[in-house]
């Protein structure tokens, strides 16, 4: 069956992501401002949607009253931003997850593994201003949990930090994705973060920074367990 959102005619008349929602309706699926949504894209359709972005970003600007043809400083700045959030800190929505190496726990390690802190950055779905913060990730596997690369943490909580967030959903995303990856005991995860739309906006606070945590299985049974990874982190470095 032809999809007809594929279709010449369709793809002169309806914009590169009415074609993208329509395929994501159809699915049933979700597409909230941090899910990924590579599994739609068709090849090229990125690049396109690209030029949709850049010249509604140009209508902003002229809804905003800057003077794009005249003002040097903005004449490309309506394209510079497309670029920005679907090739860098929005790109986790429009890529599919990085490659992943996992190799089999030969050794049967089952102690207490520590990442972090691992530099995250994403931006506030309430008002896109940039979240600036750290991760720590420790792992309890068993002789059943496949083992990933160092880098391999840091590039996953990458993929899912460049997307518009909330930092309580991110951190369970992150969580749910290393719990899939790794199969291990237990699994916890702490992130420290910098908002600016409290830094810029608002009440303007530029001391304030979020906490928060997330525990899987041994961590949120084992008190010991818990206490000795969050004594082992240093969260005032």
Known sequence: MTDSTNSPSNS????????????????????????????????????????????????????????????????????????????????????????????????????????????????????????????????LPNEHSNLIGLSKYSRLAEWVMRRPQIQEEAITQIADLLMSKVTPDGLAVVMQADHFCMHWRGVKDTSAKMMNSVMRGSFLKDATLRREFLSLINLKD
């Open 12 to 139: 002169v008349q309806h914009p590169v992501s009415e074609r993208i929602r329509t395929r994501i309706r159809q699915a049933r699926r979700r597409f909230n401002a941090n899910d990924n949504i590579a599994e739609f894209i068709e090849p090229g359709e990125l690049e396109a949607l690209l030029d949709e972005v850049a010249g509604k970003m140009q209508g902003v600007l002229e809804s905003l009253v800057i003077d794009t043809e005249n003002d040097h400083n903005t004449h490309d700045t309506a394209r510079r931003v497309a670029k920005m959030y679907l090739n860098e800190v929005f790109d986790g929505r429009y890529v599919t997850a990085p490659p992943v190496t996992e190799f089999p726990n030969a050794s049967g390690l089952n102690e207490l593994m520590i990442v972090g802190p691992i530099t995250v950055r994403s931006a506030c779905s309430h008002h896109f201003c940039p979240i600036m913060g750290r991760l720590w990730i420790g792992i």
